[in-house]
């Protein structure tokens, strides 16, 4: 029985060595990942592309680099759909379109790691750096139906929101983002980030799990989004994602 036992104990410490070799000869230095579908509060899907490098001198900390887009909607946007036939849905009183494009670079430490089947390892993260807004006026398609008092036949045209001259009874729908893009002027700003990644690790470069965090976003000047609505300087929102990448 004693024997058995010394066994046991001798198997066990050869598989532990065997995993801690096979993990050594595992390490990865960099890592690039994706952090798609990003569900923001304050905006629509977004995108994170982050490169990660491990630290030479301090095994749980690492640097990153994070490129990150966000298209922010104002709290008062309203989708509707006009009186007319067959017309296209519209967001009544938005002025303009905002997209944000954020770099950060920051720092990241690990705070778990556990060893069970696979390596599963949660770290968190913080950074700093610029924000660019893009500011895109948003058109709508205005349905006409006469010139300076004349009966014409019925036509669209393509304008920004005008509050004094467009409402439900003219709007036929929005035109598209595309449509004012080349009239697109851009704001400067600030962005920060705190992020906790949790992912999953199994000696291969393929690596998945999931980050989320704290995003935030100060610029020069407050944003005109919506008519007659607060206009907001500030961006911050939590945000959720699936990460997927590669290490090496």
Do not use: C
Request: net charge positive; hydrophobic share 40%; proline share 4%.
């Amino acid at each position: 029985m004693q024997n058995t036992v010394y066994i046991i104990i001798v198997l066990a410490l050869f598989s532990i060595g065997s995993i801690a070799q096979e993990k050594e000869e595992t390490l990865f230095q960099h890592a690039f990942v994706f952090n798609v579908p990003k569900i923001h509060s304050v905006g629509s899907i977004g995108i994170d592309l982050q490169y990660q490098k491990q630290s030479q001198k301090y095994d749980l900390y690492a640097g990153f680099i994070n490129f990150s887009f966000n298209a922010i909607k104002h709290p008062k946007e309203l989708r509707y759909r006009s009186y007319l036939e067959e017309s296209n849905t519209f967001i009544l009183g938005k002025l303009n379109y905002f997209t944000i494009l954020q770099t950060t670079v920051g720092i990241q430490r690990t705070l778990l790691t556990t060893s069970f089947l696979n390596q599963v390892n949660v770290h968190a993260g913080i950074g700093i750096g610029p924000s660019v807004g893009i500011l895109t006026p948003y058109y709508l398609d205005i349905y006409i139906t006469q010139v300076n008092g004349n009966p014409v036949t019925p036509y669209t045209v393509q304008e920004p929101f005008n509050p004094a001259r467009h409402n439900t009874t003219n709007i036929y729908g929005s035109s598209g983002y595309f449509t004012g893009l080349n009239k697109s002027k851009l704001k400067a700003g600030l962005g920060t980030r705190i992020q906790i990644q949790a992912d999953i690790e199994d000696g291969r470069h393929f690596v998945r799990g999931f980050m989320f965090g704290l995003q935030s976003d100060v610029f020069t000047k407050p944003i005109p989004m919506m008519y007659n609505a607060k206009q907001y300087q500030a961006f911050h929102g939590l945000f959720l994602g699936i990460l997927l990448g590669s290490q090496w």
